[in-house]
């Protein structure tokens, strides 16, 4: 069974920092895409953030390039989302996902997700 475990999520003040981290089970996590994708309240799911399985090459949606940086550590099968300079507009549930960016059109790809609330 595809396991993946959000944590880390909370709430922090505008320019703040917050390190999210998702653990993957139930299959080889070294040889998979792993994508952050993000979600408010009666928005669409947003693309955030993917890391390949192969040379970890980067990619980053406009929104957030330059204040995240997606990380993974492969013995330990955990994706991480640095998070900096955060916005008020950051705040929503964010989900790791096992894929490349299509995962953000298949909701059953994600995990539960965590929380992020970015408020003063």
């Known amino acids: 069974q595809v396991q993946l475990v959000e944590s880390g999520g909370g709430l922090v003040q505008p320019g703040g920092s917050l390190r999210l981290s998702c653990l993957a089970s139930?299959?080889?996590?070294?040889?998979?895409?792993m994508t952050w994708v993000r979600q408010a309240p009666g928005k669409e799911p947003e693309w955030v953030s993917t890391i390949d399985s192969f040379n970890w090459r980067t990619t980053y949606a406009d929104a957030v390039k330059g204040r995240f940086t997606i990380s993974r550590d492969n013995a330990k099968s955990t994706l991480y989302l640095q998070m900096n300079s955060l916005k008020p507009e950051d705040t929503a549930r964010y989900y790791c996902?096992?894929?490349?960016?299509?995962?953000?059109?298949?909701?059953?790809?994600w995990g539960q997700g965590t929380q992020v609330t970015v408020s003063a």
């Open positions: 139930g299959f080889t996590f070294s040889m998979s895409y």
């Open positions: 996902a096992r894929g490349p960016i299509s995962v953000l059109a298949d909701r059953r790809t």
